[in-house]
């Protein structure tokens, strides 16, 4: 029976699964992923404000292959793939060390015999064409189409011809984050590297609260909330996660921002805050820190946890407001089913909340089963004209590159991957609860690749 046959079922997925090292380690698996996922899948390839003007494009590489990103008209953004017909030069070329090309053109002309095409494809002029006796005629010289459509502010490409339209295949994720308005928020900072790890096992360091008490032990003084892992959508395509915590708090956001388990909630809210934004840098704002400031200056010693919470998010979001900046507004219920985090099938990570979110992906870089290319990025709300024109950078998988906490995450990734390589390792065996998205990704991946399914432990 070949593996395939063999997978797990999405309610098979409370037990426990150990899973096999090939889709981490393998060459071969490796070299299969461009042809069985990555051009099968529908894949973030930037935001739609990189393209703010008629005539603006962009480059993104995945594996072998690298799609141009074209904007043609004020409405409209189309993909392509970045080779040209004639003998197969990639068509625009990335600048050495940059994360993708990018510019503004209305034609892009082939360097090696100067084919050109316009933002739509189509091809406008061949050199010496009447040699080929007619034959380039009909569209047959234009660039081959990618299939392109937005979401969240973000666009999306997707190399089948015959695949399902976007918002098909993100449910349940669509219905579930439209009403964060991510397509709002803007980026405050993007980073990217290469990482000498596959790309599962970037993903992998974040789809998961199980780590956090012994790869973060700073977070543990303020309190060890229990975090869930969920397969989501009638085919549990993608995951999330979140928090267990008591009811009567709003669970998730009290217990991501670990309010109300020690000591003065109104300290340790405003000690966390700052410790968060100056040692990662994510999943907070100025003005949520500079709210938790005052805490102890407008609430009374003794004030229950809860309140502190609704306190802090309350003058946050009026404190905002002020400066035109307006959070949208998400019913209880719905933040908490939401949980903290989505893991978007096969590697685009979206840590939402109302005025800011926390994104990761990882992608292989080139077809080389212990490198990928990951990039990290925080969006927020900004005042309308004040948001940063925050590029890409190239950093190092290092603290002092990205942030303390960040490089506590990264200094697990190489050494996962070269254990991973040892005769005595079975294979991963996550958490049946904590770390059901990593299951739950294998199981998916096997779908595609015909290999590599999770089995179970018992
Ligand atoms: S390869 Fe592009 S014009 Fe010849
Ligand atoms: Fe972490």
């Given at each position: 029976?070949?593996?395939?046959?063999?997978?797990?079922?999405?309610?098979?997925?409370?037990?426990?699964?150990?899973?096999?090292?090939?889709?981490?380690?393998?060459?071969?698996?490796?070299?299969?992923e461009?042809?069985?996922?990555?051009r099968?899948?529908?894949?973030?390839?930037g935001?739609?404000?990189?393209?703010?003007?008629?005539?603006?494009?962009?480059?993104?590489?995945?594996?072998?292959?690298?799609?141009?990103?074209?904007?043609?008209a004020?409405?409209?953004?189309?993909?392509?793939?970045?080779?040209?017909?004639?003998?197969?030069?990639?068509l625009?070329?990335?600048?050495?060390?940059?994360?993708?090309?990018?510019?503004?053109?209305?034609?892009?002309?082939?360097?090696?015999?100067?084919?050109?095409?316009?933002?739509?494809?189509?091809?406008?002029?061949?050199?010496?064409?009447?040699?080929?006796?007619?034959?380039?005629?009909?569209?047959?010289?234009?660039?081959?189409?990618?299939?392109?459509?937005?979401?969240?502010?973000?666009?999306?490409?997707?190399?089948?011809?015959?695949?399902?339209?976007?918002?098909?295949?993100?449910?349940?994720?669509?219905?579930?984050?439209?009403?964060?308005?991510?397509?709002?928020?803007?980026?405050?900072?993007?980073?990217?590297?290469?990482?000498?790890?596959?790309?599962?096992?970037?993903?992998?360091?974040?789809?998961?609260t199980y780590?956090?008490?012994?790869?973060?032990?700073?977070?543990?003084?303020?309190?060890?909330?229990?975090g869930?892992?969920?397969?989501?959508?009638?085919?549990?395509?993608?995951?999330?996660?979140?928090?267990?915590?008591?009811?009567?708090?709003?669970?998730?956001?009290?217990?991501?921002?670990?309010?109300g388990?020690?000591?003065?909630?109104?300290?340790?809210?405003?000690?966390?805050?700052?410790?968060?934004?100056?040692?990662?840098?994510?999943?907070?704002?100025?003005?949520?820190?500079?709210?938790?400031?005052?805490?102890?200056?407008?609430?009374?010693?003794?004030?229950?946890?809860?309140e502190?919470?609704?306190?802090?998010?309350?003058?946050?979001?009026?404190?905002?407001?002020?400066?035109?900046?307006?959070?949208?507004?998400?019913?209880?219920?719905?933040?908490?089913?939401?949980?903290?985090?989505?893991?978007?099938?096969?590697?685009?990570?979206?840590?939402?909340?109302?005025?800011?979110?926390?994104?990761?992906?990882?992608?292989?870089?080139g077809?080389?089963?212990?490198?990928?290319?990951?990039?990290g990025?925080?969006?927020?709300?900004?005042?309308?004209?004040?948001?940063?024109?925050?590029?890409?950078?190239?950093?190092?998988?290092?603290?002092?590159?990205?942030?303390?906490?960040?490089?506590?995450?990264?200094?697990?990734?190489?050494?996962?991957?070269?254990?991973?390589?040892?005769?005595?390792?079975?294979?991963?065996?996550?958490?049946?609860?904590?770390?059901?998205?990593?299951?739950?990704?294998?199981?998916?991946?096997?779908?595609?690749?015909?290999?590599?399914?999770?089995?179970?432990?018992?």
């Amino acid at each position: 029976m070949s593996d395939i046959d063999n997978n797990l079922h999405i309610d098979d997925l409370e037990q426990p699964v150990v899973i096999p090292t090939e889709a981490y380690i393998s060459p071969e698996y490796a070299r299969a992923e461009s042809e069985k996922l990555w051009r099968k899948v529908w894949l973030q390839a930037g935001r739609e404000e990189d393209l703010p003007e008629v005539g603006d494009f962009l480059t993104f590489d995945v594996g072998v292959d690298t799609i141009l990103i074209t904007r043609p008209a004020a409405d409209t953004i189309k993909a392509f793939h970045n080779v040209c017909p004639h003998r197969g030069r990639r068509l625009v070329d990335t600048p050495a060390g940059q994360h993708n090309a990018k510019g503004r053109r209305n034609q892009f002309i082939c360097a090696y015999h100067g084919w050109r095409f316009n933002q739509d494809g189509e091809n406008t002029h061949v050199p010496e064409k009447q040699d080929w006796q007619g034959a380039l005629d009909n569209g047959c010289a234009d660039l081959a189409s990618v299939k392109c459509e937005t979401w969240g502010g973000w666009i999306w490409i997707n190399m089948d011809p015959d695949c399902e339209p976007l918002k098909d295949f993100l449910e349940p994720v669509t219905t579930m984050l439209d009403p964060f308005q991510l397509q709002n928020m803007r980026v405050r900072w993007r980073k990217w590297g290469i990482f000498d790890c596959n790309w599962k096992v970037a993903m992998e360091a974040f789809n998961e609260t199980y780590h956090v008490q012994t790869t973060h032990p700073e977070f543990n003084r303020y309190g060890n909330f229990r975090g869930w892992a969920r397969a989501q959508g009638e085919r549990g395509l993608h995951s999330n996660i979140g928090y267990d915590t008591p009811k009567d708090m709003d669970e998730n956001q009290s217990a991501k921002l670990r309010v109300g388990t020690t000591a003065d909630p109104r300290i340790t809210t405003a000690e966390l805050q700052n410790y968060t934004w100056e040692n990662a840098n994510t999943n907070t704002t100025q003005t949520l820190v500079d709210a938790a400031n005052r805490l102890k200056d407008e609430l009374p010693e003794g004030t229950p946890a809860g309140e502190v919470l609704m306190h802090w998010l309350k003058t946050a979001r009026e404190d905002d407001a002020a400066k035109g900046v307006i959070w949208p507004e998400v019913e209880p219920a719905h933040v908490g089913k939401s949980g903290t985090a989505w893991q978007i099938f096969p590697n685009f990570q979206i840590g939402h909340a109302v005025n800011n979110m926390l994104c990761y992906s990882a992608r292989p870089y080139g077809n080389d089963p212990d490198k990928c290319i990951f990039e990290g990025a925080v969006y927020q709300l900004f005042p309308e004209g004040e948001e940063p024109k925050a590029e890409w950078e190239y950093c190092e998988a290092t603290a002092e590159a990205w942030c303390y906490v960040l490089g506590q995450d990264f200094s697990n990734m190489a050494a996962v991957q070269q254990g991973m390589k040892s005769a005595g390792f079975m294979g991963p065996r996550p958490n049946p609860y904590m770390e059901r998205a990593t299951a739950n990704l294998h199981r998916n991946l096997a779908n595609y690749m015909g290999a590599g399914a999770p089995r179970k432990l018992k």
